[in-house]
Every structure is written in C-alpha cells, then in structure tokens.
C-alpha cells in the first residue's frame, strides 16, 4: 500500500507559478513511477506529467511542456510538480499517484494509488 496526500493547491492569479507536493508513506516510494493528473469540473481526468522510479525520465502532456517540470525526491519521498505562467485553464483539482512500476504511463486506469487531489483555481 502506498498512501499519498498532495497539497499546495491555492487560488493564484493568471501569469502565476505554483509548487505542489504529493507526500508518500507506506510501501518503498523509490520503486514507484509517479504520474500527476488533473480534472476540472464537468471534465474527465486528464494526464498531466509522470516520472520513473529514478526520476530520470520524464513525460509531458504536450499542450503543458515548458510550464509545468515534474520532479520527485526520494530521500523525503515527496513528488513535486511546478507549475508557472498559470493559466485560467489550469484551474482544476490536481491529483497524484503512483504505480506499481518503475515505468509511467499516461492512462490513469494503470495507476494503483491515488491521493485526496488539491485544488487549484487560477484567476483571470
């Protein structure tokens, strides 16, 4: 099992950057590859970036490279995703999780645990 709570999520102005964190505990956090994904209301959950296991490699929703940089640390076991020049677009609830494999995927159906998500409402 692998417990994730995410936090960070506030409401910022358009033009705005944000961190958010995603805290793991339980199961070894360095052999999970972490995804972040997001939904808005009335909207399906969208794929927004993941990360392998090491961290070395990294994955973008193209419309979203360039403005958001995932990053992990798995000393604190913590994942992060900055985000900058924010955008009324991204207002959503942001979610992490993580999959049982050291290798990410875009499809959230093959991530295993999820956290609470954190909002995130950027205004224009």
């Known amino acids: 099992q692998v417990q994730l709570v995410e936090s960070g999520g506030v409401l910022v102005q358009a033009g705005g950057s944000l961190r958010l964190s995603c805290a793991a505990s339980?199961?070894?956090?360095?052999?999970?590859?972490m995804g972040w994904f997001r939904q808005a209301p009335g909207k399906e959950r969208e794929f927004v970036s993941y990360?392998?296991?090491?961290?070395?490699?990294?994955y973008y929703r193209n419309s979203l490279k360039g403005r958001f940089t995932i990053s992990r640390d798995n000393v604190k076991n913590t994942v992060y995703l900055e985000m900058k020049s924010l955008k009324p677009e991204d207002t959503a609830v942001y979610y992490c999780?993580?999959?049982?494999?050291?290798?990410?995927?875009?499809?959230?159906?093959?991530?295993?645990?999820w956290g609470q998500g954190t909002q995130v409402t950027v205004s224009s």
């Open positions: 990360i392998t296991f090491n961290g070395r490699d990294t």
């Open positions: 339980g199961r070894t956090f360095s052999n999970n590859a």
């Open positions: 999780a993580a999959r049982n494999s050291r290798y990410g995927s875009a499809w959230y159906k093959e991530y295993d645990y």
